[in-house]
């Protein structure tokens, strides 16, 4: 049974940084692409990035580009998302979610953590 756990949200000020955490457990990730996403009350989910396990290819969407960074430690089978430059509009709830690399969706998912920037 794969799971994700979120971790690393919380409060920061307009301009501040924020690094969150995804922990993957229950199968070897080796193919898998993993992804953050998010989400605001009222919208759309909005893909934020996501890293090919194997390869560590990255791809951003374009509010976050050259502020976040997705990573992820193989030994630890954790991703991250160190988040820089944060801005009111980053407020939401973040999820991490995996998918194989042969399914356009993404099957497996964590409960979010919230990000709230203050302006």
């Known amino acids: 049974q794969v799971q994700l756990i979120e971790s690393g949200g919380g409060l920061v000020q307009t301009g501040g940084s924020l690094r969150l955490s995804c922990s993957a457990s229950g199968r070897t990730f080796s193919g898998y692409r993993m992804a953050w996403f998010r989400r605001v009350p009222g919208k759309e989910r909005e893909f934020v990035a996501r890293i090919t396990w194997t390869t560590g290819i990255t791809a951003y969407g374009d509010s976050v580009k050259s502020r976040f960074t997705i990573s992820r430690d193989n030994a630890k089978n954790t991703v991250y998302l160190e988040m820089n430059s944060l801005r009111p509009d980053d407020t939401a709830v973040y999820y991490c979610?995996?998918?194989?690399?042969?399914?356009?969706?993404?099957?497996?998912w964590g409960q979010g953590t919230q990000v709230t920037v203050s302006s």
């Open positions: 979610a995996a998918r194989p690399s042969y399914m356009s969706d993404y099957p497996y």
